[in-house]
C-alpha cells in the first residue's frame, strides 16, 4: 500500500518538478538571447558612430584645410561636411538610448570632431584631429568594458 501511494504522490510531483525546470531553462534562454540582442544593438551602433566621426574627421579635415589654411574654394567641402556631421546624429542618439553609461563618452568624442573647425593652423588642425581620434577610441574601449561586463 505504501509503495502505491509513493507511485501515485510521486508522478505528479516528478511531473511539476519537470515542468518546473523547464520553465527555468527556457526564461534562463530567452534571457540569454535578449542580452546578445541587446549587445548587438550596442555594437552596431557603437560601430555606426565611430565610422561617421571618422567620416566626419576627414570631410571637416579637408575642409578646414581649403577654409582657414589654403584659401581655396570650400563650399564643396561645406556641403559635405555639413552631410557627414548630419550622419553623426542617428547613432549618437542610438548610444546613448541603448547604454547610457556610454553617452558621456560618445557626447566627448563628438564634440573632439565638431572642435576641429576651431583649428587657425595646420599644426593646430593635426592636433585636433589627433584629439578626435583619441576621443573615438576611448569610445570604442569604454564600449568594449560595457559590452565585456
Known amino acids: 500500500m505504501l509503495t502505491a501511494v509513493v507511485a501515485v504522490v510521486g508522478t505528479p510531483a516528478g511531473s511539476l518538478a519537470t ?84 553617452a558621456a563618452t560618445a557626447q566627448s568624442a563628438a564634440q573632439a570632431v565638431y572642435a576641429m573647425r576651431e583649428a587657425t593652423t595646420e599644426a593646430g588642425l593635426q592636433e585636433a584631429r589627433g584629439h578626435a581620434i583619441r576621443e573615438s577610441d576611448e569610445l570604442v574601449d569604454a564600449a568594449g568594458a560595457a559590452l565585456a561586463a
Open 19 to 102: 515542468g518546473m525546470l523547464a520553465h527555468f531553462a527556457q526564461r534562463s534562454q530567452r534571457v540569454a538571447a535578449e542580452v546578445s540582442a541587446r549587445r548587438a544593438e550596442v555594437l552596431e551602433a557603437v560601430s555606426a558612430l565611430v565610422s561617421a566621426l571618422a567620416d566626419h574627421r576627414r570631410a571637416m579635415a579637408v575642409r578646414e584645410l581649403l577654409r582657414r589654411l589654403d584659401g581655396g574654394e570650400w563650399s564643396a567641402a561645406r556641403a559635405e561636411s555639413h552631410t557627414t556631421r548630419s550622419a553623426i546624429s542617428a547613432p549618437l542618439l542610438r548610444l546613448r538610448l541603448l547604454e547610457p553609461a556610454l
